[in-house]
């Protein structure tokens, strides 16, 4: 491939619409407004545009416009103006989804890239003693109409309740399912208490949905 070719197969695509995959890996979002995304995702952008926010440690130079006191937060910046955004997070696979008006998804918020604020949401924690030990997952709850884009790391499997998962691997569910944390005595004692598998998202119910991911996520995102 001389550079030319490489320039060209390499550019940002025509794409129309508002969430655009640019790869699996990269969006462009068309900011024509203002949209929201997660603190440190920027890349790059064009045009006119400006990210409002606190600094923080965790999020970076940009910050958050909530933020809920947890052991990891959820950083989320506000970008405004006219222009193309583009993110990515630490090589996970993007997964725009478009919520109709009604519609709602709960996300682990170490997965929520960016949403249009058309899209109402709030932050908020599993409390318990066994969901802090497990990692003190911080959701977020997304309700439509709007595009949002969450990210896995690699391809996301979508299992039916009743179920139960590794926290470090849950990644989203339907927001009509409120999960608990649980401890298996019998995973404990054959692993040790150390283990991330002794504690488990229980989803009951028979409706709804939960995403996992092949992957489980440690503290500050790396893996466990």
Known sequence: MDLEDFIASNAPGEGREKFELENSKL?????????????????AYDGNLTFTGKSSAEGGAMGFI?????????????????????????????????????????????????????????????????????????????????MVAITTHGDPMVLAPPVKTDPQATVAWSSNLSPSISSDRSISDSIGQS????????????????VVQPFEEGPQGTGA
Do not use: R
């Open 27 to 43: 969006l462009d979002i068309d900011v024509n407004g203002s949209v929201m995304a997660k603190a440190g995702s920027m890349i």
């Open 66 to 146: 909530k933020e809920k006191v947890t052991s990891e937060g959820t950083p989320i910046m506000e970008v405004e103006g006219q222009g193309h955004l583009y993110v990515a997070d630490q090589e996970k696979k993007i997964q725009p989804i478009q919520l109709d008006a009604g519609e709602s998804i709960t996300v682990n918020g170490e997965d929520v890239l960016a949403f249009e604020t058309s899209v109402d949401y709030s932050i908020g924690t599993i409390g318990s003693i066994g969901g802090a030990q497990a990692g003190g997952l911080t959701n977020v709850y997304l309700e439509g109409p709007g």
């Open 195 to 210: 283990s991330g598998e002794t504690y488990q998202m229980a989803f009951d119910g028979g409706q709804g949905f939960v």
